[in-house]
């Protein structure tokens, strides 16, 4: 069959593919498209059979979507692409660097006769290792854990990811390696419980994203419910359906009150505002795919939400 | 100002509930008018002014608040997020600059802003009270769409020069300000939170502008006429 390519927006014709069979799948559309036009890569493509339809699968083949003997796709560009590795990378490592430049006082920051001091309390020390454990955590697990059911992401988000993670190391680290930095009111009791719930809530947090790789075999994009292992932290999973998120904001209420300082209170919250909408969509597409889904599950607060 | 109100399929209760705000808010622009008025035949001077209507200015501009739970509920078709960032933006400037800092009381941007807010919210109350009615003078639509283009830039010039002259008092007083060391291990200085919120109105005011000409184009029917439909 003929397909003609429009532009999903002003539905210019693009260009014509001739002598298509009506088993070829929209990845095939991609490379061929690709051929055409080398600029446009698969990932920065999409296509639709009605221009304010759906987004097609790559996987869909054109006799599925009946078009027709004069089919129509309709095309629309995605914009430059970035991988999510590449994003989670770079997210991460900054906060790792930024922070280090607050912990050693690099000069400018402070005042300058605090340039390249320590901090006399044990507890600045301690957090600079929690924080940036956490982060190293997290580029570990990009490389080694995490696989990804989409292949890349707008490369818009990739500056607004990075404006948010390094800027809220920035304000937290700033407080926290302070000369004037007031430690925990309640003394070694209120540091150790805090770091107590931050790492807990780090090995929950690693538990569920090891729990999530082995849920799926490499290679696939398959689905399935997620449920408890061996590893008693994953025994969060009876509660809530994105237990990875409920352990990242614990980890983050525990560096808070062990630092006492608000700034990290506040990214606790906003992190879990982001993570609450991301919850709640898991959670609703977990209960349209899976009729059998546990119905006393909640999306990431045990009982509440 | 938000896309004009409409009532769809609306419930007795919410109209009446909407006619009545709109009344009230028309009626309280049209005291702090006639306080404005009444001020400068009295005593020709800027000064004076402010606390000759503060009062009703703190109500009647709070009140404005209403509006965002009026987006949110639905009962008026506006933009909820809009709707919130144009009534904080004026009442942060009645909270947070005015009515906090007497020594901006007799400065020349009140009357300018007192002014600016004064006739564009009479006529946009009134405007939305006629929507509500079902019928709207072409007067009333005609001034909502054009004296904007005087008024808007005489506001915004008036809240941006209260706001300057804000600065220097906030500074040495250290009003809303946290220092270090405290507790909390946060601090905040109200005099530079100020500073920043000046570019925002940079920013934005193109956009609104051009914007609102755009909707006065469309409200007044002064564009061109939409093209029939294609027939294939």
Redesign the interface.
Known sequence: MELQILDSKTKQKLCTLERISSNTTIDSIKEIYQRKFPNYYPERQSFKSSPKGKLLKGSETLSELNLGAEGVLYFKDLGPQVGWSTVFYCEYTGPLFVYLLFYFRLPYIYDSKFAFTSSPDDVVHLAAICHSFHYMKRVLETKFVHRFSHGTMPIKNLFRNCSYYWSFAAWMAY??N?P???PA?FGTMQICSGLAVFVLCELGNLSIHLAFRSLRPSGSTQRKIPTATGNPFTLLFNFVSCPNYTYEFGSWVGFAVM?????VFIFAFVGFGQMAIWALAKHRNYKKEFSNYPRSRKAILPIVL | MTAPQTTRKQSPIAQAWLIMYNVAMTAGWLVIGLGIVNHFYKHRTHKGLYRQVEKQLLFFQTAAIFEIIHAATGIVRSNVMLTTMQVFSRVGIVWGVIQPVAQVHNTEGIPMLMVAWTITEIIRYLYYTFMLLGTTPYIVVWLRYSLFTVLYPLGVSGELLSIYNSLKPVRDSQMYSLFLPNQLNFSIDYHIVLIGTIPFYFIFFPQLYFHMFAQRKKALGLGPPPSPKKTN
């Not at chain 1, 630092?259 to 700034?263: C, D, G, I, S």
Request: aromatic share 16%; proline share 8%; charged share 0%.
């Open positions: 407080y926290i302070h004037l930095y007031t009111t630092t006492q300082t608000l700034p």
